[in-house]
């Protein structure tokens, strides 16, 4: 590299070098923080991967009285306590379908008496078989509604033994 071209006076190139970095800033690498993954206080194993949602401020999950139509709806579906997780979402207002997946891997999910829409998923019909990524969705009545209504109770239970 001994052309003309190449060739700078010492002087010159100490100055830019000198002035280059003058009220520049240095960009420093930020290390990025891991996404909180939420977390819930759910009932049962979750050993089966089914996920019951309901919304009752009143009780920590159901009330007795739901909590033993649960039982009987499992024990039907040869099914325990144990197979499945029961989240009451009056705890967790804001929590999202994609959140609940994660956190519970769920491949079944039914919801007592809470719009698909409150966790983010599309407006899908109510006592209707549905799928979103690959998870069969219930829509369904609450517990309470189907405990004092025997004809909700019914069109439930027609649905849920297809699940």
């Known amino acids: 590299m001994t052309e003309d071209i190449y060739s700078l006076k010492n002087d ?5 070098t000198a002035t280059a970095n003058i009220g520049q800033e240095i960009p420093t690498a930020i290390a ?3 996404e ?3 977390s819930f206080d759910f009932l049962g194993e979750n050993d089966k991967f089914v996920l019951f949602l309901c919304n009752n401020e009143n009780h920590k999950f159901f009330s007795a009285e739901a909590m033993e139509a649960l039982n009987g709806i499992l024990s039907a579906k040869k ?5 499945v ?4 979402l009056a705890k967790y207002p804001t929590a999202l379908f994609k959140d609940l997946k994660s956190f519970f891997a769920c491949s079944k999910l039914v919801l007592f008496g809470i ?3 409150q ?3 599309p407006a899908f019909g109510g006592n209707e078989l549905h799928t979103h990524e690959n998870v069969k969705i219930l829509a369904s009545y609450s517990m309470e509604e189907m405990l004092s209504d025997i004809s909700k ?6 649905v849920m033994k297809n699940l």
């Open 36 to 38: 909180e993954r939420p």
């Open 79 to 83: 099914l325990e306590l144990k197979d």
């Open 115 to 117: 719009p698909p829409q």
């Open 85 to 88: 997780s029961i989240v009451n």
């Open 119 to 121: 966790i983010g998923l």
């Open 153 to 158: 109770k019914r069109t439930f239970w027609n």
């Open 12 to 16: 010159e190139a100490l100055e830019t």
């Open 32 to 34: 990025a923080t891991p």
